[in-house]
């Protein structure tokens, strides 16, 4: 449609003619032409294909040379989302141990305010704790065995110290930081699925722990002889809700906590802490428990997502983060103390999406940005500040909920009526 307007070399229209024509797949253009004429080609193929004329995903400071090549397939340009701040987030950490400035990326007017707002309680209140309690990146292959008996000499094996050591000694020669914590048995019919479990240091592992897994399916195939019929057999479980990841942690399990004093929670929320109770109850305990929910609490994964989009995490990982349990308790001071538990936050800080530019931007806002100086501590000391905004996020939904507020921010912040 408007191929005669684009401004292309003779050479560019010739290779643009051909994949119009399909001689040439979107994915081979790469082989043709470099990796930014490749992208520039396959979106004008998009726009004649659409018929129309694309005015913004062209815009970007994507590496496109990089990015083609880590992280995207069949690349046509860049979708944008706003991105804000909210904060200061004063956060008392084994590895955060500051206040900040959290980005946060997202199109839902409110969010950031209300973000803004809860961290604004949690710094006047002295600021959240926050631990971490596991940190294990799991993936779960599953193995078919000939008999009941073969399964369960299987399941033995894999359970003696040896066969650990084993596995262990071929995992780690695959990496350079990943180390193998555990490897879990568990058996279904005849079906046997072990999931391992590494300490994957800053990354958020999920290749890692694939590659790992993979050479000592490999090791299991010789061996024993157990016939493997997938790397992934879902215990691991990835990127779906499950209990076992709610149970037995996936990524790193965080907790974040705050007592927060009656009149900051009057000042600031324009509710009570017996307000605030009475919402966390009914809605995040009683109201998620009628409904069957795995995640009991309010909207743990609108600041996961944010943080996550901002901040270069695997967007698909929102699933685990949503499964947050928030509890409220009243203090026989006359205050609230909220808390967050997180079982299963994948993050890292280096690896995936992290070494985008805008990505790395943001994580260096918060000072987390590459491999830490012990590896390991810069992808704990961020999920120790994901977790104190889940937190403020928490708290302000909640004070929002109890003082009947909710819509009226929506209206206002989401749809621009002021
Ligand atoms: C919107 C507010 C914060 C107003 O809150 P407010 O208390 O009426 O506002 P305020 O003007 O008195 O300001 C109080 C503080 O809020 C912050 N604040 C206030 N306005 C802004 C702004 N424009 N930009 C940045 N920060 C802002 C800021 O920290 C400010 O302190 P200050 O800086 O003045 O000392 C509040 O009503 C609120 O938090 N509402 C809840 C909104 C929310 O959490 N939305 C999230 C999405 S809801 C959803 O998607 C999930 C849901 C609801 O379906 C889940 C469920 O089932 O529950
Ligand atoms: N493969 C899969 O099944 C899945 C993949 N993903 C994707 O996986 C990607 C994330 O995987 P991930 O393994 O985290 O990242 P990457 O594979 O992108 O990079 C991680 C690698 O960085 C190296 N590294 C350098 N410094 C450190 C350090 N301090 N700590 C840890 N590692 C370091 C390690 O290399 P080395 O090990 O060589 O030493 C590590 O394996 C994302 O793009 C995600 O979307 C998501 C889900 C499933």
């Known amino acids: 449609m408007f191929l005669e307007s684009y401004e292309l070399t003779e050479e560019e229209k010739l290779l643009l003619q051909k994949v119009l024509d399909g001689e040439i797949a979107f994915r081979k253009i790469e082989e043709f032409a470099d990796p930014l004429t490749a992208v520039k080609l396959r979106r004008l193929a998009i726009q004649e294909y659409a018929k129309l004329e694309f005015e913004h995903i062209q815009n970007f400071s994507l590496d496109v040379e990089t990015v083609t090549k880590r992280n995207i397939e069949n690349m046509i340009g860049a979708v944008q989302v706003p991105l804000g701040v909210a904060g200061l987030l004063k956060v008392n950490g084994e590895y955060a141990n500051s206040e900040y400035y959290v980005p946060l990326a997202t199109t839902e007017g409110a969010l950031v305010a209300s973000v803004n707002r809860g961290c604004s309680v949690i710094t006047k209140s002295g600021g959240a704790n926050v631990r971490v309690f596991e940190d294990e990146m799991t993936r779960a292959p599953v193995f078919k065995l000939e008999s009941l008996d073969r399964a369960r000499k299987f399941y033995d094996w894999v359970k003696s110290p040896q066969t650990f050591e084993q596995m262990k000694e071929v995992a780690e020669k695959t990496t350079r930081f990943g180390k193998l914590l555990s490897v879990k048995p568990f058996v279904t019919g005849t079906y046997v699925y072990l999931r391992f479990s590494y300490d994957t240091k800053d990354a958020m592992g999920m290749n890692m722990v694939t590659i790992a897994t993979d050479a000592v399916m490999h090791l299991i195939e010789d061996e024993f002889g157990a016939h493997p019929v997938t790397l992934s057999g879902n215990m691991c479980t990835d990127k779906k809700p499950a209990s076992i990841s ?89 205050e609230i103390h909220c808390s967050v538990t997180l079982p299963a936050l994948p993050v890292g800080t280096v690896g995936g999406g992290t070494g985008l530019g805008t990505q790395r931007d943001c994580l260096n806002i918060l000072g987390v940005s590459g491999a830490g100086d012990t590896p390991g501590i810069n992808s704990r000391k961020f999920a120790e500040i994901v977790a104190a905004a889940v937190l403020a996020g928490e708290i302000s939904l909640i004070g929002a909920q109890a003082a009947g507020h909710l819509a009226r921010a929506h209206a206002q912040l989401g749809r621009g009526k002021f």
Not at 293 to 318: E, P, R, S
Request: charged share 20%.
């Open 246 to 334: 709610t149970i037995l942690g996936r990524g790193k399990t965080v907790v974040a906590e705050i007592t927060i004093p009656q009149e900051i929670v009057k000042e600031t929320l324009k509710c009570t802490p017996e307000s605030m109770f009475e919402v966390n109850y009914s809605k995040n305990l009683l109201g998620s428990a009628r409904a069957g929910a795995m995640g009991f609490n309010a909207h743990a994964a609108n600041i996961i997502a944010a943080i996550y989009l901002a901040c270069g995490q695997d967007a698909a990982h929102v699933v685990e983060g949503s499964t947050a349990i928030t509890s409220m308790e009243l203090t026989k001071y006359e």
